[in-house]
């Protein structure tokens, strides 16, 4: 596997992952980058877009989603919850949603997904291999905001406790939407709003 990383245009920098298989196919996780920059290293590697993976469905995560599937024919996950076809919501589908703990095989790569509702309704986090996407549910330090349409501090704070008891190594790379990346464990660790949500249990 290859591992790409993008950045969505100011204010917001949304990161975003492209990740390459051996046999040539690619996943993008969180298509926030302009269409140009994907389709520039899809091309110089001679590799094509099967999957665009969505951890929620804010704007400023799936802005070049449409055009990525149109062109490249790839299948778009989403939640149904954040296929709204609104300003902040500008997916009106999605070919299809994830299954709480279930795999997603692209060859060689295995994606696990685990719901994460409180951001948005349709939150979800990725692990694949040593790769931990967390989109807006996580932060270096903190976590996404629930004051916009689909939030929610209790089904936020719930995730959470969710969050701190999966099956990951504590080295796995957590990968958030924004801003610096931070390991699984450190997350456990330090974060305030990790510690505070198993506090409330």
């Not at 954040?82 to 997603?104: H, I, V």
């Not at 060689?108 to 951001?119: D, K, M, V």
Request: aromatic fraction near 10%; glycine fraction near 12%.
């Amino acid at each position: 596997m290859q591992a790409f990383h993008l950045l969505g245009s100011a204010p917001f920098y949304t990161n975003s992952f492209l990740l390459l298989t051996k046999a040539g196919h690619a996943v993008i996780i969180d298509p926030a980058a302009g269409v140009q920059e994907y389709d520039k290293i899809l091309r110089d590697h001679g590799a094509v877009l099967t999957h665009i993976l969505c951890t929620h469905g804010h704007y400023d995560h799936v802005g070049s989603a449409g055009v990525l599937s149109r062109e490249w024919g790839a299948k778009i996950w989403c939640e149904a919850a954040d296929c709204a076809g609104t300003q902040l919501f500008p997916l009106k589908s999605a070919d299809f949603g994830y299954g709480e703990g279930a795999n997603l095989s692209v060859d060689e790569l295995t994606f696990t997904a685990w719901h994460t509702p409180g951001h948005t309704e349709g939150s979800v986090v990725l692990l694949c291999s040593e790769y931990l996407f967390v989109g807006d549910t996580v932060f270096q330090g903190s976590i996404g905001r629930t004051d916009l349409e689909g939030g929610s501090d209790r089904k936020l704070e719930a995730s959470l406790r969710k969050f701190a008891g999966l099956p990951i190594p504590k080295e796995t790379q957590l990968l958030p939407g924004h801003g610096d990346f931070s390991t699984y464990g450190e997350e456990l660790e330090t974060n305030y709003y990790i510690k505070a949500a198993l506090r409330n249990a």
